[in-house]
């Protein structure tokens, strides 16, 4: 597979789950139905959070592609709480274009070889031996935080490392990459403005 420049690694179903039960709270706390989750504005949010940016593109004449690999597991077929959801009828090898380029989806799962986890994690070393490749964002799973950190130390001991950006729920402790965390980028996703998530004034 040849990389582009710009590759976000995502644990599909991890994404999903905390998508669900941000849905359930918002919803129990601003008192409307939450929308599923804008599948392209979620992930131009993670590239944006993962240092991306719209200028000067308009004056290429080649919108820049970035890579959008999902991994998921063998048995599951689609993000529920995502639109579009299914990995291999609506997401797997489609496109679309936005504010940051082309977004190109690709989506795979362990087939009972291995694990999700450990997938992700060897999809990640791939790509950061790969040539050209110059910013890498990872949604690892919270089991699967452990992997992304030890492959990260591996690969990038002794080298100039790569713009490297992991998304998290919490804050991660140490680690010679960028933190964000995940949650920004599905409450823009799932349609949630901050203003309906302030208190309501004392009296």
């Not at 599923?36 to 949010?45: K, Y």
């Not at 082309?102 to 950061?128: K, S």
Request: aromatic share 6%.
């Amino acid at each position: 597979m040849e990389w582009t420049e710009n590759v976000i690694i995502a644990d599909g179903d991890y994404v999903d789950s905390v998508a669900f039960n941000l849905t359930v709270n918002f919803e129990r706390m601003i008192g409307r139905r939450i929308p599923p989750a804008d599948m392209a504005r979620w992930v131009e949010c993670i590239a944006l959070d993962g240092g991306m940016r719209p200028e000067g593109l308009q004056r290429s004449e080649a919108l820049p592609t970035t890579q959008v690999v999902l991994v998921h597991g063998a048995g599951r077929k689609r993000m529920e709480n995502f639109t579009p959801g299914n990995y291999a009828d609506e997401l797997h090898g489609k496109a679309f274009k936005g504010n940051l380029g082309e977004f190109v989806f690709t989506c795979i799962n362990p087939e009972g070889f291995t694990t999700t986890d450990d997938l992700l994690a060897d999809t990640l070393q791939l790509v950061l031996q790969a040539d050209g490749v110059k910013r890498i964002m990872v949604v690892p799973s919270e089991q699967g935080l452990d992997g992304v950190r030890r492959v990260l130390r591996q690969t990038t001991d002794g080298d100039a490392p790569k713009c490297i950006t992991v998304f998290a729920m919490q804050p991660i402790a140490g680690g010679r990459f960028s933190q964000e965390i995940l949650g920004y980028s599905l409450m823009a996703a799932l349609g949630v403005k901050g203003s309906e998530l302030k208190p309501e004034p004392c009296n």
